[in-house]
Structures are given as C-alpha cells and as structure tokens.
Nanobody
Framework: QLIESGGGSVQAGSSLTLSCTTN????????VGWFRQAPGEEREFVAA????????YYVDSVKGRFTISRDNAKNTVDLRMDNLKPEDTAVYYC?????????????????????WGQGTQVTVSS
C-alpha cells in the first residue's frame, strides 16, 4: 500500500512537493513512478526513479520543472513540481515495482508497477 501526500490547489507558477511512502512494506529495492490522470483523460506517466536514485525519467512536458528524488533510509520518494501550469491539474498517483529493463519505455509503462496509491489531487489555476 502506497500513500501519497502533498497535493493541493495553487496558482500557476507555484511549486508543490508530493511525497510517497509505504504502509509497512519498504520499497527501497523498487523503482517508483509517478503518474497522473486528468478528468476524462487516460493515466499519464510523469516521472520515475530507479531503486538507487541513480536513474530518473521524465515525460517531456515536465522536464526542467519537476524533479523526482528518493530517500531509502526514510522510505520516501518525492516529486518536486516547480512552475506549475494549469495543464498539470490532475490526480497524481505513486507506484512501485521491479522494472527489469532500464529504458524509458519500461519505466513509463503502468504495467511495470505492482503497487499503487490512492492518489492526491493537484489543481493549478491560472
């Protein structure tokens, strides 16, 4: 069970940091991905990080604005979101899994992740 926190309602240009942790099970050996889903849209990959934190992946629309990081000692993965835009409005989901192949296509695929959180709402107004 993954637990997200840190969502909220902000103005465009603001920053938010989402956090993901687990309820009991540690995920220090797992890749962790953030996905988002806007109303009426399919779930979209946002960012992912490998188990050590040495490899990160981002969808083009958030490169340079979002930063994913992890602290395995604290069992947390954060998604720092800067310069937020109205199009970033969505429910953000944290996920974890053992992604076997270190490629963008694998890390960005929801099917590679076994565990999911309930989501946290991010709303950005113009």
């Amino acid at each position: 069970q993954l637990i997200e926190s840190g969502g909220g309602s902000v103005q465009a240009g603001s920053s938010l940091t989402l956090s993901c942790t687990t309820n009991g099970r540690a995920f220090s050996n797992d890749a962790v991905g953030w996905f988002r889903q806007a109303p009426g849209e399919e779930r979209e990959f946002v960012a992912a990080i490998n188990w050590s934190g040495g490899m990160t992946y981002y969808v083009d629309s958030v490169k340079g604005r979002f930063t994913i990081s992890r602290d395995n000692a604290k069992n947390t993965v954060d998604l720092r979101m800067d310069n937020l835009k109205p199009e970033d409005t969505a429910v953000y989901y944290c996920s974890s899994g053992r992604v076997a192949v270190p490629t963008y296509s694998r890390y960005s695929s929801p099917s590679e992740y076994n565990f999911w959180g309930q989501g946290t709402q991010v709303t950005v107004s113009s």
